[in-house]
């Protein structure tokens, strides 16, 4: 698991409700791709392997002021070939202090040995000379005793969390006196040996323990079962873990903390009772517990979907900070911290939460328990996993939250989006850059899961099914390529299926079709054409599909029909019909990444938004329609009846995020998108209000009061575009809603309209009980729009509160230090704000805390104060010899000298 893009882009679609455009850019052209390597990447072939490491035990404790593990770690290994007393055997350990390494004489007595080590994290950089002849499959148990040196930095050039290698650190701070005390491990792409010595590849598994010894009341959790909590007479307490499940290297994982243990079991069947732990922090008891609530459910489906019961007697998941979305670790998965919310914000990013707890879990199945045999066929854990946790929302939350958001949004979004910048490789290759590309970019969940929709699609439910079920019973326990997939699923199907993975799995590219239809009322058939238009990437080596084939369902006024598009430029297809159908919908469900041209008249189209079955092709029309009323050659008629299909759209029977779309196109058509500039300090003033019909108001108030939380905050915030006293109750109204989307809508909103109401409301909302200060947020909001002066002292006030729990910014929206910066300028205070600042960075520096350097560089940022000079020469001289950390002051700074100059013009 990793982050790639995804809390940024929901944020993006959803909570700023914009709609998703209107068509998706066109492939590129030959001139734009030649940007690419006109030849395949270097071949990645597996690591040759000399050893077989069958169990790892570490005996750890820590130094949190240097950052550091230290203590043993033995190691019981067998040479797969004869190593002779002159050779060595050689493991990785990166960055590391090597003080000393013993050999089991097979007497319980160790025997010092001999030893170099290179301090770099090469592969076999440790080499370990036992003065003997070792024959191939014999037994040896090596205890090393070390110290880690290697520090896992927070990336400054994403704060909303990274993951880096090794341990990561955190204590409490100069600026961020509240800090939790807290650990975590980050194992992907080699990154143990930085935390302790091993063989660290894909192509090697073991069995593993930890015993790990902490001051109280921090725990440890790790892999596997708890068999041992002792407390020792120094105040400390040690922790025993241990997997008895082989797996690979990257899968051990530990975290530490003080966490509580909110516990769970769940039966399936005869079998024992799977326990369920998850570790969250003592004062988020009862949000761990809401935010949590579905995991027993979870296992269930995935028990049910693969037919092979949770494949571990106990599953933990324990949250992090600064940790941006997640890992599985074998049996135990660290989660981010951001997906810990009250009951009532929970409720509101279900979809999202869900999706990460979902997706590690599943990863226990399709990455664990089945272990890939080589990165290039990484795509069978991550796809799959992030595919299934897809598969959970379609069961909890509807077949049309799977195909907008998870399949559209996210699946189809995501392998567009690569694509039209460029980034195009096979799902699974031996060519690519990089192992680290691989293992984290789009292709490898977002592509992979297009992939397995449209193969699901392609065999049907049950055969999916079997392919699934056939696919996990016969490999658990096993190493696998994407060719046991292949032949699993041509068991299941009765059928080759190498068509299928040439072009969508081994090949880049898709489909670009252009769609024709027409009656013929004699004969009274439909004929439907389907031309193949795309062009082969000329300055890509990767294999490339001519003329893609596959099964498509069609829908024929409700009536759906399946074609078989065959590999040619054109395919024909004539249906039965007595009348012209009114809907002529290709791709039903939008199952096929393709681009594709269908010109449809206006009628046609406004039907299509009304009546269609499916809830793409509904989206499809919405942004069909959309290109339209911007298109100057469209009646004023024309566009109102647009209007009024969008507005019937709003507020039909449909589902949510279909309406919350619809919004946000009626806004992005009625609303210009340049508004005036005005002075962060010009008095309250309504020239930014837009007019709007009142077909279009009541339609919003209706959405208002009685839609769901995002499409009712959406409404609400288009409707304050009006900048409209009248709506000032209104707005007040929902202030005590249950959800902060929306109180934090109607703030801003009655910031808007200048009511000589807003600011007493505005006030006594920051004391409202919420979840991580929304509510202080949500006034801070309102109070930048409203522009009243006295505004200023609550802004600085939040601005300098110690007590902000900042150090929780991987989701910075629940930082109201951001917020009140926003507000101090625009009310032209923000040179008040600018010392405290500073002095903050000063600690920052001092204490080397690089999440408190740029969490205060982007305050600084923000308040694009003249003096922020000073604070960028501060942090360059400090953080010279860092190349990424000045990448990231060079961008910081960049922004700063934008905003200042902005605040500087005359307006």
């Known amino acids: 698991m990793r982050f790639s893009q995804r809390l940024f882009l929901t944020l993006l679609c959803v909570l700023s409700c914009l709609p998703l455009p209107a068509q998706l850019p066109a492939q590129q052209s030959d001139s734009t791709a030649k940007k690419l390597p006109p030849t395949l990447p270097p071949a990645q072939w597996q690591r040759p392997r000399t050893l077989d490491v069958k169990h790892i035990a570490l005996n750890l404790r820590f130094d949190w002021q240097k950052k550091q593990a230290f203590g043993t770690a033995k190691i019981m290994l067998a040479p797969l070939s004869n190593i002779s007393a002159m050779q060595a055997i050689m493991l990785d350990a990166a960055m590391m202090t090597i003080n000393a390494i013993t050999l089991a004489d097979g007497k319980n007595s160790q025997s010092p040995v001999k030893f170099d080590y290179e301090n770099t994290d090469k592969n076999n950089n440790l080499k370990i000379y036992t003065n003997r002849t070792i024959t191939a499959g014999e037994d040896v148990t090596l205890t090393i005793d070390y110290r880690t040196n290697w520090v896992n930095v927070p990336d400054p050039n994403s704060l909303g969390g990274s993951t880096g290698k090794g341990l990561r650190f955190y204590d409490k701070t100069s600026v961020e006196p509240r800090k939790r005390r807290h650990c975590w491990s980050m194992a992907e792409l080699n990154s143990n040996r930085y935390w302790f010595p091993c063989y660290d590849d894909l192509g090697d598994v073991r069995t593993s323990e930890i015993t790990a010894t902490v001051e109280k009341p921090l725990s440890v959790i790790s892999n596997g079962k708890l068999l041992e909590t002792r407390n020792n007479p120094d105040g400390t307490r040690t922790f025993h873990w241990k997997m008895d499940t082989p797996h690979a290297n990257y899968q051990t994982s530990i975290a530490i903390g003080e966490f509580l243990d909110i516990p769970r079991k769940i039966s399936l069947g005869k079998q024992d009772a799977i326990e369920l732990h998850t570790y969250g922090f003592p004062d988020e008891k009862e949000a761990t517990d809401a935010s949590t609530a579905r995991l027993a459910d979870m296992v269930k489906f995935f028990s049910e979907q693969t037919g092979v019961k949770y494949p571990f007697g106990t599953y933990n998941q324990v949250v992090a900070h600064d940790l941006p979305w997640g890992m599985a670790g074998i049996g135990t998965s660290t989660l981010s911290e951001n997906m810990i919310d009250d009951f009532g914000t929970h409720a509101d990013f279900l979809y999202l939460w869900d999706w990460l707890e979902g997706e590690a879990l599943a990863h226990q199945w399709f990455g664990n328990a089945i272990t890939v045999r080589d990165w290039s066929d990484i795509w069978l854990a991550r796809s799959f996993s992030y595919y299934f946790s897809n598969l959970y929302s379609e069961y909890k939350n509807g077949r049309d939250e799977f195909l907008l958001f998870n399949h559209g949004i996210y699946s189809l979004g995501s392998s567009f989006g690569d694509w039209n910048n460029g980034i195009r490789r096979?799902?699974?290759?031996?060519?690519?850059?990089?192992?680290?590309?691989?293992?984290?970019?789009?292709?490898?969940?977002?592509?992979?899961?297009?992939?397995?929709?449209?193969?699901?699609?392609?065999?049907?439910?049950?055969?999916?099914?079997?392919?699934?079920?056939?696919?996990?019973?016969?490999?658990?326990?096993?190493?696998?390529?994407?060719?046991?997939?292949?032949?699993?699923?041509?068991?299941?199907?009765?059928?080759?299926?190498?068509?299928?993975?040439?072009?969508?799995?081994?090949?880049?590219?898709?489909?670009?079709?252009?769609?024709?239809?027409?009656?013929?009322?004699?004969?009274?058939?439909?004929?439907?054409?389907?031309?193949?238009?795309?062009?082969?990437?000329?300055?890509?080596?990767?294999?490339?599909?001519?003329?893609f084939q596959g099964k498509m369902a069609i829908e024929l006024d409700g009536r759906i029909e399946i074609i078989q598009i065959e590999p040619k430029a054109e395919n024909t297809f004539t249906f039965a019909s007595e009348a012209a159908p009114k809907l002529v919908h290709v791709d039903y469900e939008n199952a096929w990444l393709k681009e594709m041209t269908f010109e449809k008249s206006l009628d046609e189209l406004l039907y299509q938004l009304q009546n269609d079955q499916d809830i793409t092709g509904r989206r499809w029309a919405m942004g069909e329609l959309a290109k339209l009323a911007k298109n100057e050659k469209t009646s004023s008629t024309d566009k109102e009846s647009i209007y009024a299909g969008f507005r019937a759209a709003m507020t039909g029977q449909s589902y949510w995020r279909l309406k919350l779309m619809a919004v946000g196109f009626l806004q992005n058509m009625l609303v210009p998108s340049a508004k005036p500039a005005l002075s962060p300090s010009a008095p309250?003033?309504?020239?930014?209000?837009?007019?709007?019909?009142?077909?279009?108001?009541?339609?919003?108030?209706?959405?208002?009061?009685?839609?769901?939380?995002?499409?009712?905050?959406?409404?609400?915030?288009?409707?304050?575009?009006t900048c409209d006293e009248k709506f000032a109750d209104l707005y007040i109204g929902f202030l005590t809603n249950e959800s902060d989307r929306v109180v934090n809508a109607a703030a801003n909103a009655l910031g808007k309209c200048?009511?000589?109401?807003?600011?007493?409301?505005?006030?006594?909302?920051?004391?409202?009980?919420?979840?991580?200060?929304?509510?202080?947020?949500?006034?801070?909001?309102?109070?930048?729009?409203?522009?009243?002066?006295?505004?200023?002292?609550?802004?600085?006030?939040?601005?300098?509160?110690?007590?902000?729990?900042?150090?929780?910014?991987?989701?910075?929206?629940?930082?109201?230090?951001?917020?009140?910066?926003?507000?101090?300028?625009?009310?032209?205070?923000?040179?008040?704000?600018?010392?405290?600042?500073?002095?903050?960075?000063?600690?920052?520096?001092?204490?080397?805390?690089?999440?408190?350097?740029?969490?205060?560089?982007?305050?600084?940022?923000?308040?694009?104060?003249?003096?922020?000079?000073?604070?960028?020469?501060?942090?360059?001289?400090?953080?010279?010899?860092?190349?990424?950390?000045?990448?990231?002051?060079?961008?910081?700074?960049?922004?700063?000298?934008?905003?200042?100059?902005?605040?500087?013009?005359?307006?």
């Open 426 to 547: 096979p799902i699974a290759t031996k060519n690519y850059e990089s192992t680290q590309t691989i293992i984290t970019d789009n292709t490898t969940y977002f592509r992979g899961a297009v992939m397995l929709n449209m193969l699901r699609q392609h065999l049907g439910e049950s055969k999916w099914r079997r392919a699934i079920q056939g696919y996990v019973q016969g490999n658990i326990g096993k190493q696998v390529t994407t060719e046991d997939f292949r032949k699993a699923c041509e068991d299941a199907a009765g059928e080759p299926l190498d068509w299928f993975f040439a072009q969508w799995i081994y090949g880049i590219g898709h489909p670009k079709f252009v769609v024709n239809k027409s009656y013929d009322a004699a004969s009274k058939r439909l004929t439907l054409s389907l031309k193949q238009t795309q062009q082969r990437d000329s300055a890509s080596a990767y294999p490339q599909t001519a003329y």
């Open 684 to 721: 309250p003033t309504k020239a930014e209000a837009v007019s709007l019909d009142e077909a279009t108001i009541s339609t919003l108030l209706s959405v208002i009061n009685n839609e769901k939380a995002w499409t009712r905050s959406a409404a609400i915030n288009f409707l304050g575009l």
């Open 754 to 907: 200048k009511s000589p109401k807003a600011f007493d409301a505005l006030v006594k909302l920051k004391d409202k009980p919420s979840w991580k200060n929304q509510s202080l947020i949500s006034t801070l909001n309102g109070l930048k729009e409203l522009k009243d002066p006295r505004g200023a002292d609550i802004a600085l006030t939040a601005f300098k509160d110690l007590a902000s729990p900042r150090w929780t910014l991987a989701v910075p929206i629940w930082d109201y230090r951001i917020a009140a910066a926003e507000t101090l300028v625009k009310l032209g205070k923000a040179d008040a704000a600018y010392p405290f600042a500073m002095d903050c960075l000063k600690k920052a520096l001092a204490d080397n805390d690089m999440n408190d350097i740029f969490n205060t560089i982007l305050l600084i940022t923000t308040l694009a104060d003249p003096r922020g000079d000073e604070a960028f020469a501060l942090a360059k001289a400090k953080l010279k010899d860092d190349a990424n950390a000045m990448a990231a002051l060079e961008q910081f700074e960049g922004q700063f000298r934008e905003a200042l100059k902005k605040a500087q013009s005359p307006k």
